[in-house]
Nanobody, 118 residues
C-alpha cells in the first residue's frame, strides 16, 4: 500500500490550497484517513481525520478553515485549506489505518510542504 500526497506549495496568508492523497490498492473504503502536519522544531500533529463512513474531526486550530473529504471511487482523500495562516506552514502527511483481525495496519505518505508567506 502506498500513499501519494500532493498539492502543497507557496501561498499568501488568506489564500487556499487543496491537498490530495492518493492511495494505491483498495484500502481507502475501509480505512480511517487523516492529515497530519509537522512544522520545523515541532511535533507532528493531527490536522483532520475522516472515518470510513465519512465522519470527521478537526484540530481546533483549523476548524472552520479546513475541510477533509474522501472519494472512495478514486481512492483519494482531500484536504481543502482556506484562509491559510503563517502558522499553518508545515509538511503535511496523509495517513491511513485500518484493522485486520484486531491488528492495526498503518500507512503514511511522503509529505507535501505548505508554505504560507507574503
Amino acid at each position: 500500500v502506498q500513499l501519494q500526497a500532493s498539492g502543497g506549495g507557496l501561498v499568501q496568508p488568506g489564500g487556499s490550497l487543496r491537498l490530495s492523497c492518493a492511495a494505491s490498492g483498495s484500502i481507502l473504503s475501509r480505512a480511517v484517513m487523516g492529515w497530519y502536519r509537522q512544522a520545523p522544531g515541532k511535533q507532528r500533529e493531527l490536522v483532520a481525520v475522516i472515518g470510513s463512513g465519512g465522519s470527521n474531526n478537526y484540530a481546533d486550530s483549523v476548524k472552520g478553515r479546513f475541510t477533509i473529504s474522501r472519494d472512495n471511487a478514486k481512492n483519494t482523500v482531500y484536504l481543502q485549506m482556506d484562509n491559510l495562516k503563517p502558522e499553518d506552514a508545515a509538511v503535511y502527511y496523509c495517513n491511513a489505518y485500518y484493522y485486520v483481525l484486531a491488528q492495526k495496519r498503518d500507512y503514511w505518505g511522503q509529505g507535501t510542504e505548505v508554505t504560507v508567506s507574503s
